[in-house]
């Protein structure tokens, strides 16, 4: 009978083990996904000044728009940063990115061409990494509210992810921005 209970407990503690394993592991998924967005945020951040930079040369009288790319900038890139902030970038971006439009000289920039490429880029990744997180944060929460982790999930600290965090998570702040100057 000892045998019993003895081989009982060692399949639970091994069960356990597993259980706990394979949530850190998926915890870490969500945690990367986080990172990923991070990086993207910041490469899209380090990007901003060098267009602006452009746009200077060829627009110098739309000053207004290129004030507000450079506050939503700074702003978006500084502190704690929810989609609002992002959005609020990203009109300002698309209204810098339509002077190229008024300005065939600035369209046909090589200059601003490769910085369009680049953000181009850069928003094709954030998209995927948003993506990316998303699936995580999906196999993550059903791992943890599958039986019979689900009994052992929250006694172990695994907290649900919310899908509706990922947007504040995104906190891009920029350390050191390279100062380019294209004239």
């Given at each position: 009978m000892e045998f019993i209970l003895l081989g009982i407990a060692v399949v639970l503690v091994i069960l356990g083990i597993g259980?706990?394993?394979k949530l850190v592991a998926l915890r870490q998924n969500v945690n990367q996904g986080v990172a990923d967005i991070d990086a993207q945020l910041r490469q899209r951040h380090d990007l901003i000044p060098n267009l602006v930079s452009t746009v200077k040369g060829y627009a110098a009288?739309?000053?207004?728009?290129?004030?507000?790319?450079?506050?939503?900038r700074n702003h978006a890139?500084?502190?704690s940063i929810n989609s609002a902030d992002e959005q609020t970038l990203r009109v300002a971006l698309d209204k810098l990115l339509a002077l190229g439009e008024a300005y065939p000289d600035?369209?046909?920039?090589?200059?601003?061409?490769?910085?369009?490429?680049?953000?181009?880029d850069v928003e094709d990744k954030l998209a995927a990494a948003r993506r990316a997180l998303n699936a995580a944060v999906s196999r993550y929460n059903t791992g943890r509210e599958s039986f019979p982790a689900v009994l052992f999930a929250g006694m172990l600290g695994f907290e649900e992810a919310d899908f509706h965090r990922l947007d504040d998570s995104e906190k891009g702040v920029v350390d050191q921005v390279p100062n380019v100057q294209f004239s």
């Open positions: 259980i706990y394993n009288h739309e000053q207004e728009t290129l004030e507000s790319v450079i506050a939503a890139a500084s502190g600035l369209k046909a920039s090589s200059n601003f061409q490769e910085l369009q490429r680049e953000l181009s």
